[in-house]
Protein backbone atom coordinates (compact mmCIF):
# COMPACT_ATOMS: atom_id res chain seq x y z
CA UNK A 1 0.00 0.00 0.00
CA UNK A 2 1.33 3.34 -0.90
CA UNK A 3 -0.21 6.61 0.38
CA UNK A 4 -0.01 10.02 -0.69
CA UNK A 5 -0.75 13.14 1.77
CA UNK A 6 -0.20 16.29 0.04
CA UNK A 7 -0.51 20.12 1.79
CA UNK A 8 0.54 23.88 1.86
CA UNK A 9 -2.97 24.82 -0.35
CA UNK A 10 -4.15 27.85 0.84
CA UNK A 11 -5.41 31.42 -0.34
CA UNK A 12 -2.74 33.95 -2.25
CA UNK A 13 -2.89 36.81 -4.12
CA UNK A 14 -1.90 37.04 -7.63
CA UNK A 15 1.70 37.28 -8.02
CA UNK A 16 2.03 35.53 -4.77
CA UNK A 17 3.76 31.94 -4.35
CA UNK A 18 3.01 28.38 -2.32
CA UNK A 19 5.12 25.48 -1.51
CA UNK A 20 2.64 22.41 -1.93
CA UNK A 21 3.94 19.52 -0.19
CA UNK A 22 3.59 15.79 -0.93
CA UNK A 23 4.65 13.44 1.54
CA UNK A 24 4.97 9.47 0.56
CA UNK A 25 4.56 6.30 2.62
CA UNK A 26 4.32 2.67 2.25
CA UNK A 27 6.69 0.06 0.36
CA UNK A 28 7.97 1.29 -3.30
CA UNK A 29 10.41 -0.85 -5.13
CA UNK A 30 11.06 1.92 -7.49
CA UNK A 31 9.34 5.05 -8.44
CA UNK A 32 8.59 5.38 -12.45
CA UNK A 33 7.41 8.85 -12.62
CA UNK A 34 6.28 11.46 -9.53
CA UNK A 35 4.34 15.09 -9.86
CA UNK A 36 0.96 17.08 -9.68
CA UNK A 37 -1.47 17.31 -11.04
CA UNK A 38 -4.31 19.84 -10.95
CA UNK A 39 -8.07 20.63 -11.77
CA UNK A 40 -10.15 23.41 -11.62
CA UNK A 41 -14.19 22.85 -10.91
CA UNK A 42 -15.52 21.72 -14.34
CA UNK A 43 -12.35 20.95 -16.21
CA UNK A 44 -10.08 18.24 -16.61
CA UNK A 45 -7.89 16.98 -14.44
CA UNK A 46 -4.16 18.41 -16.00
CA UNK A 47 -0.66 17.44 -15.45
CA UNK A 48 1.04 20.42 -13.78
CA UNK A 49 4.73 19.22 -13.67
CA UNK A 50 6.63 15.79 -13.77
CA UNK A 51 9.56 14.04 -12.97
CA UNK A 52 10.25 11.22 -15.06
CA UNK A 53 12.58 7.82 -14.17
CA UNK A 54 15.93 9.29 -15.65
CA UNK A 55 15.10 12.51 -14.05
CA UNK A 56 13.44 14.38 -16.61
CA UNK A 57 11.49 17.15 -16.00
CA UNK A 58 8.11 18.30 -17.60
CA UNK A 59 6.17 21.01 -17.36
CA UNK A 60 2.69 22.81 -18.97
CA UNK A 61 3.38 25.38 -20.79
CA UNK A 62 1.42 27.48 -18.52
CA UNK A 63 3.36 27.01 -15.61
CA UNK A 64 6.86 26.90 -17.39
CA UNK A 65 9.14 29.56 -15.64
CA UNK A 66 7.10 29.73 -12.77
CA UNK A 67 6.78 26.40 -11.21
CA UNK A 68 9.38 23.97 -9.93
CA UNK A 69 8.81 20.37 -8.66
CA UNK A 70 11.46 18.49 -6.29
CA UNK A 71 12.35 15.77 -4.45
CA UNK A 72 13.92 15.09 -1.00
CA UNK A 73 15.29 11.78 -0.98
CA UNK A 74 15.90 11.51 2.63
CA UNK A 75 12.22 12.66 3.96
CA UNK A 76 10.35 10.68 0.74
CA UNK A 77 8.47 13.98 -0.02
CA UNK A 78 8.02 15.67 -3.41
CA UNK A 79 7.29 19.68 -3.60
CA UNK A 80 6.32 21.78 -6.16
CA UNK A 81 7.15 25.61 -5.34
CA UNK A 82 4.54 27.86 -7.70
CA UNK A 83 5.63 31.58 -8.14
CA UNK A 84 4.33 34.64 -9.45
CA UNK A 85 0.78 32.47 -9.12
CA UNK A 86 -2.37 33.40 -11.74
CA UNK A 87 -6.02 33.27 -10.50
CA UNK A 88 -5.77 30.90 -13.57
CA UNK A 89 -3.90 28.58 -11.67
CA UNK A 90 -6.74 28.59 -8.84
CA UNK A 91 -7.08 24.43 -8.31
CA UNK A 92 -7.01 21.64 -6.46
CA UNK A 93 -3.52 19.71 -6.82
CA UNK A 94 -2.97 16.18 -6.15
CA UNK A 95 0.09 15.04 -5.83
CA UNK A 96 0.64 11.36 -8.20
CA UNK A 97 3.30 8.48 -8.50
CA UNK A 98 3.71 5.87 -10.69
CA UNK A 99 5.50 3.06 -8.61
CA UNK A 100 6.73 -0.04 -8.78
CA UNK A 101 5.78 -2.43 -5.71
CA UNK A 102 7.69 -4.78 -7.31
CA UNK A 103 9.86 -5.90 -10.44
CA UNK A 104 6.34 -7.03 -12.42
CA UNK A 105 3.17 -4.80 -10.94
CA UNK A 106 3.30 -1.02 -10.97
CA UNK A 107 0.03 1.48 -9.77
CA UNK A 108 -0.78 5.09 -9.69
CA UNK A 109 -1.02 6.14 -6.56
CA UNK A 110 -3.19 9.48 -5.95
CA UNK A 111 -3.03 12.28 -3.07
CA UNK A 112 -6.41 13.34 -1.77
CA UNK A 113 -5.80 16.74 -3.30
CA UNK A 114 -4.87 20.49 -1.32
CA UNK A 115 -6.70 23.24 -3.07
CA UNK A 116 -4.92 26.59 -4.04
CA UNK A 117 -7.06 29.68 -4.54
CA UNK A 118 -5.12 32.63 -6.10
CA UNK A 119 -7.59 35.87 -5.63
CA UNK A 120 -7.37 39.25 -4.44
Known amino acids: QVQLVESGGGLVQPGGSLRLSCAASGSIFSINAVGWYRQAPGKQRELVAQ???????NYADSVKGRFTISRDYAKNMVYLQMNSLKPEDTANYYC??????????????WGQGTLVTVSS
Open 51 to 57: ITRGGEL
Open 96 to 109: YADVSLNPLYSLDA
